[in-house]
T-cell receptor, first 115, second 116 residues
Framework: NAGVMQNPRHLVRRRGQEARLRCSPMKGHSHVYWYRQLPEEGLKFMVYLQKENIIDESGMPKERFSAEFPKEGPSILRIQQVVRGDSAAYFC?????????????FGDGTRLSIL | AQTVTQSQPEMSVQEAETVTLSCTYDTSESNYYLFWYKQPPSRQMILVIRQEAYKQQNATENRFSVNFQKAAKSFSLKISDSQLGDTAMYFCAFMKLFQGAQKLVFGQGTRLTINP
């Protein structure tokens, strides 16, 4: 039973380019969460999605960042016109339900570096 | 808004010793979940232990146990018989109970080093 799969593991972009981070949840999980971890800090919530719906995007920056979780395929976190401050590790987690009694399972993260 | 505070940025103990990591949180909710996650150098996020706030009994998972003091809003992690593989960042996290509010709020982390 595969866990949460994130790719790529490492992504290098130049300032102004676009970054696309992908997350495939565990089998049977329809709830996906994205978190960002800046160096030497804890994870910060960004967005919570179910299939085709954004449930909570209170942690997403208002500009340049977007997320989707289509009916088919992985969840995508998209960062347009990247800047140096976007350099971070981005983690995806999934759970089978929207209730808190099911812990979130994390992927290995995507480390984004901006040149 | 909920906040989680880990007051110990770094800790270091000898192998086989017992170590306790501190965590306090602030919330107006009466029912919620608390978690400890481990992040080894490989950067994975691994669930160590979970506590439901409505349960008075402290959670235990093998060498890992918690001391949950609801009135004091304190949630410490005790690691007994520490092993070299326990070396990692440890994050305390809070989650509301209700559906649709499942985001985790993390503390800043404690870097734990187990020395041989």
């Amino acid at each position: 039973n595969a866990g949460v799969m994130q790719n790529p593991r490492h992504l290098v972009r130049r300032r102004g380019q676009e970054a696309r981070l992908r997350c495939s949840p565990m089998k049977g999980h329809s709830h996906v969460y994205w978190y960002r971890q800046l160096p030497e800090e804890g994870l910060k919530f960004m967005v919570y999605l179910q299939k085709e719906n954004i449930i909570d995007e209170s942690g997403m920056p208002k500009e340049r960042f977007s997320a989707e979780f289509p009916k088919e395929g992985p969840s995508i976190l998209r960062i347009q016109q990247v800047v140096r401050g976007d350099s971070a590790a981005y983690f995806c987690a999934s759970s089978p339900t929207g209730t808190g009694n099911q812990p979130q399972h994390f992927g290995d993260g995507t480390r984004l570096s901006i040149l | 808004a909920q906040t989680v505070t880990q007051s110990q940025p770094e800790m270091s103990v000898q192998e086989a010793e017992t170590v306790t990591l501190s965590c306090t949180y602030d919330t107006s909710e009466s029912n919620y979940y608390l978690f400890w996650y481990k992040q080894p150098p490989s950067r994975q996020m691994i669930l160590v232990i979970r506590q439901e706030a409505y349960k008075q009994q402290n959670a235990t998972e093998n060498r890992f146990s918690v001391n949950f003091q609801k009135a004091a809003k304190s949630f410490s992690l005790k690691i007994s018989d520490s092993q070299l593989g326990d070396t990692a960042m440890y994050f305390c996290a809070f989650m509301k109970l209700f559906q649709g509010a499942q985001k985790l709020v993390f503390g800043q982390g404690t870097r734990l080093t187990i020395n041989p």
